[in-house]
C-alpha cells in the first residue's frame, strides 16, 4: 500500500531551535533486513525501541522518521507528563470514576517508563524533571472547573494542593489568576531535548535511527517490506508509532480526529525583564477549561522564556497553512499581554503548530493491525505519558510479554466511528469555537 501523507510540521519546532545542532541526519538509502522495525521517533516509537533493546538483546533494531529526530510532534508539545485524567473533551479533564483509575495508572506507567529512560541514559533535569503542575483559574469559572476536579482527584484518592491568588503570583509573577490546583505527579520536560536524549541512548544502545527517511509505502511478502525514497527496509515485525498518520497508513479509516494546536515561545529574558517578572524561574501551568491557555516558564539553555499555548482546529488532511501560524500568533501576544503586561516590549521568537490525533470514545489503538503488524497510536492529546506507554506495550505485544496494562488495552472499544469528513470538519471546528468563547479568559 502507498502511504497517502508524509508529515508535514508547521513553523519550527521552538524547543529543538534552543539545541545545539545535531549531528548531519543519516537517511536510509540502502536495502536492509532486521528483527524489527518501529516507524515514527517520536515518543512511542522510542519507547517501542528501548523495550525491544532490552527484552530482545541481540537482534537488529532500526527506527524510521520521517523528519529529524526532536523536529516532529514530539518536539512541539508544551512538556507536560501527566499522570492524572486529561481529557481534552471534558469541561474539567475528568470522566467517570473507573476510567480515570485506569488511565491514571496507564500514564503513570508511561512517566515510569519515561523515567527509566532518562535515567538510564543520563538525561539532566532540564530534559525530565518529575515536578508537579498547576492548573490556573483566571475566572470564577475557571475555579468552578477546578473546584469540581478537586472534588473527583479525592473521590480517586489523589493529593492536591490549592493556591490563592497572592501564591499563584508569588510562583508566576503574573496577577491574572484567581487561584490554581497544584498536583505532584506531572514531569516537566524539555520535549525535544528530551526526544533527542533518548535517542541518542539507544543508538549507543545498538538501535539504529535513520532520519529523514519516510515511509512511502508499506507491503507484505511474507516479510513486511518498507520503503523509503532511496531505500527499503524487509523485516518480519512491525510497529507503527505514526499516531494520527496511522489513517496515512490505511488503517482506522474515520475514526480519528486530526487537530493541531498553537504555541509561541519568547525570546530570552533579560536580567531586567526577569528582576521585573519576579516569581519563579521554571514553572508549568496547564488552564482550568481544557481549552484554555497553557504557560510555561523556562530557565536553562537558551535562557529564561516563556511559553504560549492556545487555540485548537480540527484539519483532517493533517496539515495547515503557515498563515495560520501568524493569524494565531496574535492571540497569543494578546494572550501573554493579558497575563504579563510589564512585559510588553518582550516579541516572540519562535512560533509553531503541532499535530494531536484524538477517538471520541478517548480510546487508543494499542493492537495487532496484521501478522507481525503493530500500533501504537491515537494518543488523545498527551501523546508524552500516552505514547511512551503506548509504544512500551506494543513492543511488548510483539514480544508475547503479558500485563494487565497490555490486556486492558487490548480489551478497549474501537476508536468510534466519525461523521462523514465534510460534516464532521464543520461541526468540530464549530464547536472548538464554541467552547473558546466559553472559555473567555481562561484564554
Known amino acids: ?64 522518521d520521517a523528519v529529524r529526530v526532536g523536529d516532529g510532534p514530539a518536539g512541539r508539545n508544551s512538556g507536560f507528563m501527566i499522570d492524572l485524567p486529561h481529557d481534552l473533551t471534558s469541561a474539567d479533564y475528568g470522566g467517570g470514576l473507573d476510567a480515570d483509575l485506569d488511565q491514571t495508572e496507564d500514564n503513570r506507567l508511561g512517566i515510569a517508563h519515561a523515567s527509566k529512560m532518562a535515567t538510564e541514559y543520563l538525561l539532566s533535569d532540564e530534559a525530565f524533571l518529575l515536578s508537579g503542575k498547576i492548573n490556573g483559574a483566571a475566572t470564577a469559572k475557571g475555579q468552578a472547573h477546578n473546584k469540581n476536579f478537586a472534588k473527583h482527584l479525592t473521590t480517586m484518592g489523589e493529593p492536591y494542593e490549592s493556591l490563592d491568588a497572592k501564591q499563584m503570583r508569588e510562583i508566576t509573577g503574573s496577577s491574572y489568576y484567581q487561584g490554581g490546583l497544584f498536583t505532584p505527579g506531572t514531569a516537566m520536560i524539555q520535549p525535544a531535548m528530551y526526544i533527542r536524549g533518548v535517542a541518542d541512548g ?72 526577569i528582576g521585573k517578572l519576579g516569581g519563579n524561574p521554571i514553572w508549568g501551568l496547564t488552564p482550568a477549561d481544557p481549552v484554555g491557555t497553557t504557560v510555561r516558564r523556562i530557565s536553562g539553555t537558551g535562557g529564561d522564556r516563556l511559553i504560549i499555548r492556545n487555540r485548537f482546529t480540527f484539519d483532517p488532511k493533517l496539515e495547515v497553512e503557515p498563515k495560520r501560524i501568524a493569524k494565531i500568533g496574535h492571540d497569543h501576544d494578546t494572550s501573554f499581554l493579558n497575563r504579563f503586561p510589564d512585559l ?83 461541526g468540530a471546528n464549530l464547536y472548538l469555537r464554541w467552547q473558546e468563547r466559553s472559555a473567555r479568559g481562561e484564554l
Open 202 to 273: 539507544l543508538r549507543q544502545d545498538g538501535v539504529t535511527i535513520y532520519e529523514n527517511s519516510p515511509v512511502t509505502a508499506l507491503n507484505n511478502d511474507g516479510n513486511w517490506i518498507v520503503e523509503t525514497p532511496q531505500g527499503q527496509v524487509s523485516s518480519p515485525r512491525v510497529i507503527l508509532a505514526v499516531n494520527g498518520h496511522l489513517n496515512s497508513f490505511g488503517y482506522a479509516k474515520s475514526r480519528l480526529m486530526h487537530v493541531f494546536t498553537y504555541a509561541s515561545m519568547t525570546r530570552a529574558l533579560t536580567p531586567q525583564e
Open 344 to 426: 510588553s516590549n518582550v516579541k516572540m521568537e519562535y512560533r509553531w503548530g503541532g499535530r494531536l490525533c484524538l477517538s471520541r470514545n478517548n480510546v487508543q489503538i494499542i493492537q495487532e493491525l496484521e501478522p507481525g503488524l503493530f500500533s501504537a497510536c491515537c494518543q488523545n492529546g498527551l501523546g508524552t505519558a500516552k505514547g511512551t506507554f503506548a509504544g512500551g506495550l506494543a513492543a511488548d505485544l510483539a514480544l508475547g510479554r503479558s500485563s494487565q496494562a497490555l490486556s486492558r488495552a487490548l480489551a478497549a472499544d474501537a476508536p468510534a466511528r466519525l461523521p462523514p469528513a465534510a460534516i464532521a470538519k464543520l
Open 1 to 64: 500500500m502507498k502511504v497517502k501523507r508524509l508529515p508535514l510540521d508547521p513553523g519550527p519546532a521552538g524547543w529543538n531551535q534552543l539545541l545545539q545542532e545535531p549531528m548531519p541526519a543519516i537517511r536510509l538509502e540502502d536495502k536492509i533486513t532486521v528483527d524489527w522495525l518501529v516507524i515514527g521517533a517520536g515518543f512511542a516509537g522510542l519507547a517501542a525501541a528501548h523495550r525491544l533493546c532490552k527484552q530482545a538483546q541481540g537482534d537488529k533494531i532500526v527506527v524510521l
